[in-house]
């Protein structure tokens, strides 16, 4: 069975610009989350989606959003870069209520 | 949101010893996971354990779910264990993880 598949593994962009991030759960798996790295703030939970809908939402501002399609593959968007927002972003998939299972990441860094 | 205190931040450990990593949750959680991430950045799953013991070869953990907190035991530690181990619980309905700060290990040979 295939694993969580995160693309692209890794980013560069600029400050100001906009920037989508993708994740394939494991099949089967209708619950996805996001979830951000940073050496200063740990990991912290973006946001979940399940059968399309965002059941779940961190603290993050407006510029994060995100959408999950019909066949469970998910989207992340990050609007308007800041340099701040440099950072490993891990999607995770489960079949709710069970374990969750990680991608790869994307690395994304702002210039 | 609950709050959860991983514990040594670091640890060195000589090849072949043993060793122990806690992890402390503010409130009760409905599912706790241990995870290891790799020096590559890849968070690998190594236990769902929500309460109870559960073994995977050198790798052991226990849950003690009324005392809100959990366990990990590396035992024979091998240079390939080292990285960043986080445990992590979900509160309430969903998915949402909760994460510790993570223990560091390093593991000379």
């Known amino acids: 069975k295939a694993g969580v598949t995160q693309t692209p593994r890794y980013l560069i962009k600029t400050r100001g610009q906009q920037v989508t991030l993708s994740c394939s759960p494991i099949?089967?798996?209708?619950?996805v989350s996001w979830y951000q790295q940073t050496p200063g703030q740990g990991l912290q939970f973006l946001f979940e989606?399940?059968?399309?809908?965002?059941?779940n939402k961190g603290n993050f501002p407006g510029r994060f959003s995100g959408r999950q399609f019909s066949n469970s593959r998910s989207e992340m968007n990050v609007s308007t870069l800041e340099l701040g927002d440099s950072a490993l972003y891990l999607c995770?998939?489960?079949?709710?209520?069970?374990?969750?299972?990680f991608g790869d990441g994307t690395r994304l860094s702002i210039l | 949101g609950i709050q959860v205190e991983q514990s040594p931040p670091d640890l060195i450990l000589q090849e072949g010893a043993n060793s122990t990593l806690r992890c402390n949750f503010s409130?009760?959680?409905?599912?706790l996971q241990w995870f290891h991430q790799n020096p590559w950045g890849q968070l690998i799953n190594l236990f769902y354990?929500?309460?109870g013991t559960k073994q995977n070869g050198r790798l052991s953990a226990t849950t003690v779910a009324t005392e809100r907190y959990s366990l990990l035991y590396i035992s024979s530690s091998q240079t390939t264990d080292s990285g960043v181990y986080f445990c992590?619980?979900?509160?309430?309905?969903?998915?949402?993880?909760?994460f510790g700060g993570g223990t560091r290990v390093l593991v000379k040979p």
């Open positions: 995770a998939s489960s079949y709710d209520g069970q374990p969750q299972h």
């Open positions: 099949s089967g798996h209708r619950s």
């Open positions: 989606y399940f059968s399309e809908t965002q059941r």
């Open positions: 409130d009760s959680v409905n599912n």
């Open positions: 354990i929500p309460s």
């Open positions: 992590a619980g979900v509160k309430a309905a969903g998915n949402k993880l909760t």
